[in-house]
């Protein structure tokens, strides 16, 4: 079992920056990609970044590219998700999830139960 617990979430203007975080507790880190989740109100969840197990390679939906990043501490176990430029279509429930494909997420074997950020204009 993995535990996922997301932080960091809150109100914030437009242009505006937040950094979320998941700590995961259980089995061993490494052995799962990592992602963020997403779910705006009235709209399904979608993946908004991932990463690979070391950090290696990542994936960004279009929408985010060029003002989110995503990262991980190993030694720490928790990934980051640094939003920047944020704008209201950002608002929802963020989520934090572990594949255990280990390179991207296809199929998450464990989510967190999701922090909310909420963009004002």
């Known amino acids: 079992q993995v535990q996922l617990v997301e932080s960091g979430g809150g109100l914030v203007q437009a242009g505006g920056s937040l950094r979320l975080s998941c700590a995961a507790s259980?089995?061993?880190?490494?052995?799962?990609?990592m992602g963020w989740f997403r779910q705006a109100p009235g709209k399904e969840r979608e993946l908004v970044a991932s990463?690979?197990?070391?950090?290696?390679?990542?994936y960004y939906a279009d929408s985010v590219k060029g003002r989110f990043t995503i990262s991980r501490d190993n030694a720490k176990n928790t990934v980051y998700l640094q939003m920047n430029d944020l704008n209201p279509e950002d608002t929802g429930v963020y989520y934090c999830?572990?594949?255990?494909?280990?390179?991207?997420?296809?199929?998450?074997?464990?989510w967190g139960r999701g922090t909310r950020v909420t963009v004002s204009s």
């Open positions: 999830a572990a594949d255990q494909n280990r390179v991207a997420i296809i199929s998450p074997d464990y």
């Open positions: 259980g089995r061993t880190f490494v052995s799962f990609a």
């Open positions: 990463i690979s197990w070391s950090g290696g390679s990542a």
